[in-house]
């Protein structure tokens, strides 16, 4: 028999040859193992036969009978009909071919065969255009399966010059002929445990189900596959980190217990409970690798730096890695603010220090005299040496790379405990297969009294009825942010810029100040606008997203964003989150110009809710997980037949399995250790970081 491997080039299967291999290389098959994972886009019913007295015209149907005639005419000039008539103990019914006259030799009288199609009327008669046939001859021996008709048949994706039944043909003879050497990587017992099929059985059920039900089940068992083998790799890699030794913190020094007495507000219910959280990560003697989501003002600072003055009360230095200036500048103004005179040291670095000033603080952090530094991307330079790291926080973590976070984490003697924050929303479906290898905290509660922020959308036409309402706010007093898609005018795109509506704006509003900021202009020129905003020497504020990571200004209580239409849902969650942070009334307005319904609909979100989390559901049912951030690297949108929206349920049970085979010391508990191993290295090497796995 065949005895190839499945790794065998297709071009060697029976009815496959080189021309046929470059048709199959187009749909991604390049061996016999790809053909037997082809999936189908759908699966067709044409088990039910029916008498031929039974049929309806216009419904699709499969009838059997014996052939009775079989003749070509030629109408006109071109054309040529064929026309097969067959015939069961009902009735009559023919099967019609145009111009493919050879087709009539296929039937000879007296052969008993199977037409599907679509019923038509011709006359009285009954006939169906172009059926799909089966010949259940002695030519075509009866013992082998009918795989066109007469069951439930596959329909798989195509390509040019390549026909459903040639495909058919050539993965049912490789289901015949290969499928029993395919191995099933997944441990037996976690195969019962979760009852699911046996891996060839689903394959062979994948393509020729005998029911829907066992469909079904096929389905499944292979969505589990895809989950459980990537959840596998993501456990492990978390015991990679898990295995090295973690500092135990004093975690109620006298910095910490002082901060939270002279702290000017009560921390929420939510920040207790991540405080604790973190908490029992500092004290278990393992590293932490903790993820903080929070939504845009619901207080993640203050936790970090709670905790970051641990590290000060259990003998080592801390750092807040921001990504921009102002941001650090504001972290900065913080921890000033809340430790002024508490013996806590905290100094400011970013590219921005004077030489002097980065030498002194080169020096506090290398002699250890340095308690806290703030910084950006500058906190990663060479010679930014720690006496004593112990603990490392990455503020708005999607705004640096994977690389860059271990940069700042190496720089510790030992492992030193990691806390990254997030406002970006990831939805819970999704960081599962993300962070995987993550713990999660998330603040879900926001400080007390703030007013939630009224959002209405408005269509294009009126916008001078907006440009009122912005006037009696600016009336009030207050600030307003005015986001547009592009910086400059585009031949390619008829949008408004924010170059350009700068200008009109402040035409519009002459009693106004306005000022524009982009990510074209340069960075002191950016920061110098957010800082006169802050100061509020500015009214309008004209921008490009580049405010999205900003400050804080309490008093710009209005976002106004045109082209709405163009931005992602957490995008403007995210835009929005720069208002509601003072106790006056804030608004978020936004202009839909995608003339239609669709368009509308997701704006309309935007009104309904402010929760981020179901504002990112919302964005991954519409846009698909591949627009998230980080997804690419986990090659989370990598996956065949599974869906991490509409097989949630399964993914959990997937992670179940997969974390259930990891013991707490980190090993694989199985006798199929080895090959577990191989298997995830072969499929996810690329993408993780496995070195720790043994
Ligand atoms: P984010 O989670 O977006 O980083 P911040 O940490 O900047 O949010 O907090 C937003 C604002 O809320 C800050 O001005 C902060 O001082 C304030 N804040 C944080 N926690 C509380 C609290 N428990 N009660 C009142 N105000 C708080
Ligand atoms: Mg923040």
Not at 382 to 392: E, R, T, Y
């Amino acid at each position: 028999m065949a005895g190839g491997s499945l790794e065998k080039a297709v071009q060697y299967i029976k009815g496959v040859g080189p021309e046929r291999a470059k048709l199959l290389e187009k749909l991604g098959i390049m061996t016999v193992k790809d053909l037997l994972y082809y999936l189908p886009r759908e699966w067709v019913d044409r088990s039910n036969i029916k008498p031929i007295i039974k049929v309806q015209p216009g419904a699709l149907e499969t009838v059997s009978g014996l052939v009775i005639a079989s003749e070509t005419r030629q109408v006109r000039n071109r054309l040529k009909i064929t026309k097969v008539t067959i015939k069961d103990n009902t009735g009559f019914i023919s099967g019609v071919w145009y111009n493919q006259p050879y087709i009539e030799k296929t039937f000879k009288r007296g052969f008993e065969v199977i037409f599907h199609g679509k019923i038509d009327t011709y006359g009285n008669s009954l006939q169906i255009g172009n059926p799909e046939y089966e010949i259940m001859d002695e030519e075509a021996p009866t013992e082998s399966e009918s795989i066109n008709v007469n069951r439930i048949v596959p329909i798989y994706p195509l390509t040019e010059k390549l026909y459903q039944k040639q495909l058919r043909k050539i993965i049912k003879f490789a289901l015949d002929n290969y499928l029993t050497e395919l191995a099933d990587d997944m441990p037996e017992e976690v195969r019962q445990k979760y009852s699911l099929p046996v891996l060839k059985d689903s394959i062979y059920a994948l393509h020729f189900p005998v029911d829907f039900k066992s469909l079904e089940e096929a389905k499944k068992r292979l969505i589990f596959d895809e989950f459980f083998f990537l959840q596998l790799a993501l456990a492990l890699q978390r015991c990679g980190i898990k295995k090295e030794k973690g500092r135990v913190f004093d975690t109620a020094g006298p910095s910490y217990t002082q901060l939270i007495k002279t702290l000017p507000y009560e921390l929420t219910g939510a920040q207790k409970r991540v405080i604790e959280e973190i908490r029992a990560d500092l004290i278990s003697g393992s590293p932490m690798n903790r993820l903080l989501h929070g939504d845009v003002g619901s207080g993640k600072t203050i936790v970090a730096l709670a905790c970051a003055v641990m590290a000060k009360d259990s003998g080592c230095q801390a750092a807040v890695m921001a990504p921009t200036e102002l941001l650090a500048i504001q972290h900065m103004n913080n921890i000033t603010s809340l430790f002024g005179g508490s013996g806590v040291r905290a100094e400011l670095l970013t590219g921005a220090a004077p030489k002097a000033k980065r030498a002194a603080i080169l020096e506090g952090l290398k002699d250890g005299s340095i308690d806290i530094v703030v910084g950006t991307h500058a906190l990663l330079q060479d010679d930014v040496v720690f006496k004593n790291l112990g603990f490392a926080v990455i503020d708005e973590q999607h705004r640096f790379g994977v690389m860059q976070r271990q940069a700042l984490v190496k720089k510790g003697i030992e492992a030193p405990h990691c806390l990254i924050m997030t406002a970006t929303p990831i939805p819970r479906t999704l960081s599962m297969t993300v962070y995987g290898d993550t713990d999660v905290s998330v603040i879900d509660e926001m400080p007390p009294g703030r007013k939630p922020i009224i959002t209405k959308v408005y269509g294009a036409r009126s916008v001078e009825k907006l440009y009122n309402d912005l006037e009696a706010r600016l009336k009030e007093k207050a600030q307003i942010y005015a986001v547009y898609p592009l910086v400059a005018e585009s031949e390619k795109m008829d949008l408004k810029s924010a170059i350009e509506m700068e200008k009109h704006l402040a035409l519009r509003f002459k009693d106004y100040r306005t000022a524009i900021i982009h990510g074209q202009m340069k960075k002191d020129e950016r920061d110098e606008a957010m800082i006169k905003f802050k100061k509020r020497e500015i009214d309008i504020l004209v921008a490009t997203t580049v405010i999205e990571v900003g400050i804080d200004v309490p008093n710009a209580t209005v976002m106004m964003i045109e082209h709405a239409d163009r931005f992602g849902l957490s995008q403007l969650h995210q835009l929005r989150g720069r208002v509601g942070r003072g106790d006056k009334q804030s608004y978020c307005i936004l202009v839909d110009e995608g003339h239609s319904e669709d368009s509308r609909k997701r704006l309309d979100i935007m009104e309904e809710t402010q929760d981020g989390f179901k504002i990112s559901e919302k964005d991954l049912e519409i846009r698909g997980p591949g627009e998230f951030m980080g997804s690419r690297q986990h090659g989370i949108s990598d996956f065949k037949i599974a869906n991490i929206l509409r097989d949630r349920a399964e993914l959990a049970r997937a992670r179940e399995a997969a974390f259930g085979l990891v013991s707490d010391n980190c090993d694989v508990n199985h006798s199929a250790k080895e090959q577990l191993v191989r298997i995830i290295k072969q499929r996810y090497g690329a993408s993780f970081d496995l070195i720790n796995i043994g």
